[in-house]
């Protein structure tokens, strides 16, 4: 049996190795690349009696002792257990105590990151993506189906094309059509 060896001079290569992504002018996105607000969440189940029944006086006890201060310009989510028994003012009697943070919204982090998405969102600067191909990175966890359908909605309008997935294997999704 005869064996043949291949000796290759990276020296004699004459061309050098190259992004074809990156030249092909495609822009990869990951949503949560467009938080900016941090998000927290306050579950106030353990307010309650017995984590299920709103007491009232107890209740705005617990609120006036927030720590406002750490709450400044975050996104928050509020939740309560979902045995919990809690009037719609009660989630008024918590936000009026966060009036220094960036927004409030029912749901826990995930609404806090749902929101923050949205604002990310709405903020994005249309001339950067104008006749653009962009891929949506399927890898991203931040987004979800409400995320990618806000993100579509609002770059549409402007893209050439929107894809979904990475750049070796995407999913088409919209098109400009030569008529547009």
Known sequence: MEVHVLQLNLAEVEEPIRNRVAESGLIQLELSELISIDCME??????LQEGLVLIEKDFRNEVSKLNVESYKGKG???KVGGEAIVPDWAWMV???RLESAEFVVVGGIQ??????????????????????????RGCDSASGPEGLLLFQTKLQPVVKSIMFGEACSTVPVFKKSNAQ
């Open 42 to 47: 306050i579950d106030f189940t353990s307010w």
């Open 76 to 78: 928050i989510g509020l």
């Open 111 to 136: 609404g806090a990151k749902s929101e923050a998405l949205r604002r990310g969102i709405d903020n994005i600067n249309l001339d950067n993506y104008k006749d653009k191909r962009v891929i949506v």
């Open 94 to 96: 918590i936000t009026s």
